[in-house]
C-alpha cells in the first residue's frame, strides 16, 4: 500500500479561501478582523514564524499589526502592551511568540491575554474550556489536525488514536481533541516503556516530539493515518519530521508530508480563531 499523502498546503488554501469570504462579509458590516503579533527578541525562527503569520492575515484580507520589541523589554512593559491590546477594539487576536527571552515568565505574560483575543488557545481559561467541551479557542497545530482528519472523511469514534508528546501546545490538546470525538485516546511520551506496542494498536498516530525518525514503518499498523506535527533539519540540512516518511507511506493509508503538512495548517488555523474571535465580538 502506498498512503494518500493529505496536502496541507492545498487544505490551507481552500480554508483561507473560505477565511476571505467570511472576512469580507463581516467587512461590509463595519467590522475588520485584527490580529496583533508580539514579538519580543531577535530569534531567528521566531522572526520567520511572525513574517509568515502576518502575510498570511493579509492574504486573506485581515488587519494585522507586528509588534517588536527589544531583547531587554522587561516583563512589566510587555504586560502593560498586553493589557493595552486587550482593550484596542480593532484587535481580536492577540499572539505573543513564544520562546520570550529567559527574564520572563511566559505563562504569566500568556494568562495576562484576555481569553476573548487568546487566539492561540494557550490561556488557561482556552485549556479549560478545550478540557471541558465549551465554546474557546482550540490551540492552532492540533486544531489544524483535526481538521486534516475532517478532509479526508475520517470518523473517530471508535478508533484508537495514539498521541506521541505531551507538550501543552500540542501532545495534550490533540489528546482532547480526538477524545471528543468519540477515539480512544493514547498518549505516549519520553517515559513509555515500549512506544512500538501502542503505535502498532493505533488507528491513528500523531507524532509530536520534535525528533527525526520517532515513527518508522515497523512500528505502525497497515491502513494507519500517520500525522506528523514534527519540524526537523534531517543531515543534509532538509526539513523533515518526527515520521520516517518514506518508510511510514508504505504501510499507513493516510499521511502528512514535512513540509507542506500540518505547518500551512497551523497559520491558517489561526486566521480561523482571529476571524472567529472577531465575529465572535460583532455579535
Ligand atoms: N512559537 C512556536 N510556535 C508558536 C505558536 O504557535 N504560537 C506562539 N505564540 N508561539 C509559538
Redesign the pocket.
Known sequence: MTAHTIDGNALSKQLRTEVAARTQALKAKGVTPGLAVVLVGDNAA?QV?VRNKVKACEDSGLHSVLERYDAKLTESDLLARVHALNQDPSIHGI????PLPGHMDAQKVIEAISPAKDV?G?HIASAGALMTGMPGFWP??PFGCMKMLESIGYDLKGKHAVVIGRSN?VGKPMALMLLQKNATVTICHSATPDLKAMTLQADVIVAAVGKRNVLTADMVKPGAVVLDVGMNRNDEGKLCGDVDFEGVKQVASHITPVPGGVGPM?ITMLLVNTLEAAERAAN
Open positions: 521566531s514564524y499572539l505573543v511568540q513564544l492561540d494557550f492552532c497545530t501546545i497551523t
